[in-house]
């Protein structure tokens, strides 16, 4: 996973064990993947991911189907926090500005 996360330009975990990828994994798997994560700091690269790579909030929707129920509000906690952090700390508006991607509300 930090692998991927590395090859997206994401430098915000460094792992002990890294592994050399031929290819990431695709958007949707990592936000899922980190979704599920145990560890906090894992669960909180979403937000750098989502940051860094916000063209990946096309994926949120799908995302949400491939999560169990119980995993479903984690991501949608980390999405909205990024969504806030976007508007509030990116002074012009990037190419893809996470809240026109997906209604946080429901």
């Not at 119980?70 to 893809?96: M, N, V």
Request: hydrophobic share 40%; aromatic share 10%; charged share 25%.
């Amino acid at each position: 996973m930090i692998s991927s996360l590395n090859s997206y330009g994401v430098q915000f975990l460094v792992g002990e064990n890294e592994e050399e990828i031929s290819s990431p994994l695709h958007p949707r798997e990592l936000l899922a993947g980190l979704s599920l994560q145990d560890d906090a700091r894992m669960r909180l690269a979403l937000i750098a991911v989502l940051l860094q790579k916000p063209e990946f909030s096309l994926e949120a929707s799908d995302v949400l189907d491939m999560l169990p129920n119980a995993h479903q509000p984690i991501f949608k906690l980390y999405f909205t926090a990024a969504c806030y952090l976007q508007s509030k700390y990116y002074e012009k508006p990037r190419k893809t500005h996470l809240l026109q991607r997906w209604d946080i509300r429901g």
